[in-house]
Each structure stands twice: as structure tokens, then as C-alpha cells.
């Protein structure tokens, strides 16, 4: 229910329909305000990346709710969201060419793993990091102070560095793939913490997608689908609109009592560039790196009810699993990391989709299957992999925006690219603007 607004009634503008613009007009809107949401793709969701394989309602992107999202879960209680069900479980990885078993193995069971997988040495020191990060909920999000005093010793080599190649390449590459399409030798250790709490979580899917929760929000402030924004309009140290590229090219000035940009980092940076040029310079040294998913439904299961997903150590394919807990005959397969860029064109994906799938039934022992459907999205840049030395550049973001009032930023590179940490950034924008 929306409340009464402390004082006037504002007119506010959400660039980004993603989770953390979705969190930004939600929180607007229940503050009492009138507010747009403007993205320039066909429908909201953002790299929740919504779609259909047959007539049921799936997501290519974004979709695993932490146990630990406290705060995305009341969002989406408040929004109708009542049906999980369990994702990742009977989790497995190939090491050395053989499918290692990785559920619960408990204290003892993951040191035997950290030190196979590496040294003692790198052990201890995921043993530390990850101490870090259970006992500090802050260390789970960009810009702790802890971490920011690690990149500011640390950051000067790349995560790889820290390890030796053999951890590298079996534990932290599939982490670093997973959160950030990156290998291990592209991300750096002031932001490992985010990944840390990413692993050491346990999800749960929507059973009914997101769907329901993007019209509720529809229902409820204005949405603008497939326009651009150009730039934003200031006067006098405010902002006081925004010039908006129509459907049919025409640009429109429209006014607002402040902005939320809610994007990455590359496209607010072309929406600021004008107005605040060192803040878009800031925002264009953000690392961000392609993937590709395929959602694909078979004539029979793929995968077995002991192994539902595969993390791979070689090859494009960097993750195969069942989209969903009973869904065996029905594959998510994830193209990220070096193998997997250039973004490959239709032809060069249905030939790595054959190739993963060979390989699911090579380790599982599965016989024939044939296609059914096929849904694939593919992004240029899908993933945030962040900066070096995270926390001074999330200081040097915040001065220059606090320089023009009624400009606020949420996104994956502020707090982090987990849905948790991109809602948070969205309620923390709009907290701040609407005073």
C-alpha cells in the first residue's frame, strides 16, 4: 500500500528495468511519489532476462534467490511471491577430466578438497577469506571497509596471483565464472568477498518466474519500453530532467524532481557524460564481460536425479544444469569465460550447445536425446567484474555524484552483481532521493 509522502509529491524518473530500477520505483512509488521507470529494452526484467520455452514462463538470466536475500525476499513477498523451490543441489564439477561430487561436504570434507585442489597454503587462505565473509554480512557486498583495506594492499595483481594455478584454475575460476564471467586472472581479491557469499549461500528459483512480480510493479508507477535516454538535464547544480529517444527517433526533454540511474556502469556513464565528464570516466573503467545462455527441452532426461548440474573446466561451456529441480529433460547451459568470447552467432552456439551436451552424456552416462525447443539471450555485457582497488573507486563514484542534487546511482558495480546486493543498491538510491 502506498503511504502518504512527507512533504510534496515528486515526479521521479527510474532508468533501468532491472532489479535494482525495480527496487528504486517500488520504494518511490510506496514513499508516496509519482515515478517513470525508462528502459530501453521490450520489457522489463533487465538480465533477469524473461522469456518463454513453449507456453512456460522462464528466465535466461538472473534467478537464483539467495537464503540469505532477506531484503529481495520481503520485496518479493510484498509483490506476491510465495513458490520457491530448491536450486543447486546434487552440484558436481569436473576436475581432470572426472565429475567431482561437491554438495555438503561439510568442515572437514572442503578442507580435503581446498588442499587436493591446491596447497595448504591456499587453504588457509581461502579458510581466512572465507571466515571474513560468514562472520561479517558487510563483507558480502562491495566497498566493506575490511576488503577496501585489502585492495588497497592487495589489488596491484589479479585474484589468480594470490593462489597457486592449480586452485586457480579448480576453485576460484568457477566462482569467478559464475558471478562475473571471468577467469580468475581478469577479477581482483578486494572483490573477492562478493563471490565468497555468493558460494557460501543456498538458493531457490521462482517456481512461477518473475514475471507476475514485473506486472505488479507495471501496474503500479509508469513504464516506458524501448526508449532511450540520452543524457540527463542539469540547471544550477540540480537535475531537473532528462532527454528521452523516442520509438519513432524524435527527442523529447522531459522534467523530474530527480533521477535514479539504475543501470551498469557503461550506460549511465553515457547518460552522465555531458553533464559530469570525470564521472563518466569513473564509471568507464568498469570491467563488464559477455554470456550467452541456452535453455533447451528435451524428448527425455538429460541429467540424473544425483547429478543435476556440472561446472566444466575447459571450453565454452562453463556451467550445464537442470533448469529447474524436477526439470530433467530440461538443460541451462551457461557460454562464459575466455573460451567463450567472442560472442558466437547462431551457428557457432548451436555447435557448442552439441558439444556440452555430449559432454552431459559422456560423464553421466546418458543415451540419445533429441531437442524440442530452444531459447537462447545472449549479452555483450552481461557480467560486472568490477575494478582494482573497489573501495576508493566507490568513494571517487559518490563524491561526483553527490556534486549534482537530485542524482542518485544503483547497479551491479556498487554493491555488487548478486540480486541481493543490486536490490539493495536500488532501495539505498531511493532512500537517498526521496530525502
Known amino acids: 500500500m502506498t503511504r502518504e509522502p512527507v512533504g510534496p509529491v515528486?515526479?521521479?524518473?527510474?532508468?533501468?528495468?532491472?532489479?535494482?530500477?525495480?527496487?528504486?520505483?517500488?520504494?518511490?512509488?510506496?514513499?508516496?511519489?509519482?515515478?517513470?521507470?525508462?528502459?530501453?529494452?521490450?520489457?522489463?526484467?533487465?538480465?533477469?532476462?524473461?522469456?518463454?520455452?513453449?507456453?512456460?514462463?522462464?528466465?535466461?538470466?538472473?534467478?537464483n534467490i539467495g537464503r540469505r536475500y532477506r531484503e529481495l525476499r520481503e520485496f518479493l513477498a510484498a509483490n506476491g511471491a510465495s513458490a520457491y523451490e530448491p536450486f543447486g543441489i546434487n552440484s558436481s564439477q569436473v576436475i581432470g577430466g572426472k565429475l567431482v561430487t561437491l554438495d555438503n561436504p561439510g568442515i572437514a570434507g572442503l578442507v580435503r578438497h581446498l588442499v587436493r585442489s591446491g596447497s595448504r597454503t591456499d587453504a588457509v587462505k581461502m579458510l581466512y577469506f572465507g571466515a571474513r565473509v560468514r562472520f561479517d554480512e558487510r563483507n558480502r557486498y562491495l566497498g566493506s571497509t575490511s576488503f577496501a583495506r585489502t585492495a588497497a594492499a592487495e589489488d596491484r595483481v589479479p585474484l589468480?596471483?594470490?593462489?597457486?594455478p592449480e586452485f586457480a584454475g579448480h576453485v576460484l575460476r568457477p566462482i569467478t565464472l559464475r558471478l562475473n564471467a571471468a577467469e580468475p586472472e581478469e577479477v581482483f581479491l578486494g572483490t573477492f568477498g562478493v563471490g565468497l557469499g555468493m558460494v557460501m549461500d543456498r538458493y531457490d528459483q521462482l517456481v512461477d518466474g518473475i514475471q507476475p512480480i514485473l506486472d505488479r510493479i507495471a501496474s503500479r508507477v509508469l513504464v516506458r519500453l524501448r526508449t532511450r535516454v540520452d543524457r540527463i538535464v542539469c540547471r544550477d547544480g540540480r537535475v531537473i530532467g532528462l532527454e528521452i529517444s523516442e520509438n519513432d527517433g524524435s527527442t523529447t526533454r522531459f522534467e523530474y524532481d530527480g533521477v535514479v540511474l539504475a543501470t551498469p556502469a557503461h550506460a549511465a556513464r553515457l547518460v552522465v557524460?555531458?553533464?559530469?565528464?570525470?564521472?563518466?570516466?569513473?564509471?568507464?573503467?568498469?570491467?563488464?564481460?559477455?554470456?550467452?545462455?541456452?535453455?533447451?527441452?528435451?524428448?527425455?532426461?538429460?541429467?540424473?536425479?544425483?547429478v543435476r548440474s556440472i561446472a566444466f573446466d575447459s571450453g565454452p561451456c562453463s556451467a550445464a544444469g537442470v533448469y529447474g529441480i524436477n526439470d530433467l529433460d530440461i538443460v541451462r547451459y551457461t557460454f562464459s569465460g575466455r573460451a567463450a568470447r567472442p560472442q558466437p552467432d547462431e551457428r557457432q552456439l548451436a555447435a557448442w550447445i552439441d558439444s556440452a551436451e555430449s559432454r552431459v552424456r559422456e560423464l553421466l552416462g546418458t543415451g540419445p536425446v533429441a531437442k524440442l525447443r530452444t531459447v537462447t539471450r545472449s549479452w555483450p555485457e552481461a557480467h560486472c567484474a568490477y575494478v582494482p582497488d573497489h573501495g576508493e573507486f566507490l568513494a571517487k563514484v559518490r563524491e561526483q555524484a553527490d556534486s549534482i542534487v537530485g542524482l542518485e546511482l544503483a547497479g551491479d558495480y556498487l554493491l555488487g552483481a548478486q540480486l541481493e546486493a543490486c536490490y539493495r543498491s536500488g532501495v539505498a538510491a531511493a532512500t537517498r532521493l526521496a530525502g
Open 160 to 164: 589468480a596471483a594470490h593462489f597457486t
Open 10 to 63: 515528486k515526479r521521479f524518473a527510474v532508468v533501468g528495468g532491472g532489479m535494482s530500477g525495480l527496487a528504486a520505483a517500488f520504494h518511490l512509488e510506496w514513499a508516496g511519489h509519482q515515478v517513470e521507470v525508462i528502459e530501453s529494452d521490450a520489457a522489463l526484467g533487465g538480465r533477469c532476462g524473461v522469456g518463454v520455452l513453449g507456453d512456460r514462463p522462464i528466465m535466461l538470466g538472473g534467478k
Open 273 to 306: 557524460d555531458h553533464e559530469l565528464p570525470a564521472l563518466g570516466k569513473l564509471l568507464a573503467d568498469v570491467t563488464y564481460f559477455p554470456s550467452t545462455v541456452a535453455v533447451v527441452q528435451y524428448d527425455r532426461p538429460l541429467f540424473t536425479g544425483t
